[in-house]
């Protein structure tokens, strides 16, 4: 059975900083991916970063600067500089193959964990 859970949410201030962590278990992929996204209040769920078994990364155009993903068997999403418009749901999710930030490439997601940034 693939699990995943988010974890490391909290209420933080514009400008600072947050790290959220997966931990996946059961993953029934050869090479595959550990994706992040979240879905703000009114709006569509949206990719945040991603990175591969192989290592490799890729990141929101938007977001690029500010976010880094990373992994130790855990995979960590640092989220530095907060906006009030980085407050959502934030989920981790996996899929095989490449990685990708369109919510249709993965096939398994956990609960989300809410990060909420005051301004």
């Known amino acids: 059975e693939v699990q995943l859970q988010a974890s490391g949410g909290g209420l933080v201030q514009a400008g600072g900083s947050l790290r959220l962590s997966c931990a996946a278990s059961?993953?029934?992929?050869?090479?595959?991916?550990i994706g992040w996204f979240r879905r703000a209040p009114g709006k569509e769920r949206e990719g945040v970063a991603c990175i591969s078994s192989r290592g490799r990364t890729l990141y929101a155009d938007s977001l690029k600067g500010r976010i880094y993903v990373f992994s130790d068997g855990n995979v960590y999403l640092q989220m530095n500089s907060l906006k009030p418009e980085d407050t959502a749901v934030y989920y981790c999710?996996?899929?095989?193959?490449?990685?990708?930030?369109?919510?249709?490439?993965?096939?398994?997601w956990g609960q989300g964990t809410q990060v909420t940034v005051s301004s």
């Open positions: 999710a996996t899929g095989s193959g490449f990685c990708g930030l369109w919510t249709d490439e993965y096939s398994h």
């Open positions: 059961g993953i029934p992929f050869d090479d595959y991916k």
